[in-house]
């Protein structure tokens, strides 16, 4: 008997704060429909990578590729904590959040500043295009 070998969803469900549900949300409901037509699209893994969400899908339409093209570009806007406007930062420890000024404080994330502002220096400094 083979062993069945689980998708990262599989063990660990939805990977990303309740700030971003609303993003992942009609892709989940449009993946359903898509299912129950007989498309069988399985989610792989939803998780947050670099401060920017993440859906990999065993199978796409150019339907779905679009909506999670959107939903990733619209969470780096939004605080994946709470929901709110926010932006991409980086810790001390070089992690990326993207988070509002609120959950900053509240999850007391020492910032070292943002990823736009990192990535300014770089193309100052010629080591980004």
Known sequence: MEKKLYTPFELFGCEVGKGWRPLVEPIYNRIQELNEQGAGIEITQIKEKWGELCIYLSGYTEELEKMIKQAEEKSIHICETCGKPGERVISRFSWIYTRCPECIKEEKI????????????????????
């Open 110 to 129: 020492k910032v070292g500043g943002t990823v736009d502002e990192y990535q300014k220096k770089l193309r100052e400094a010629g080591e980004m295009e």
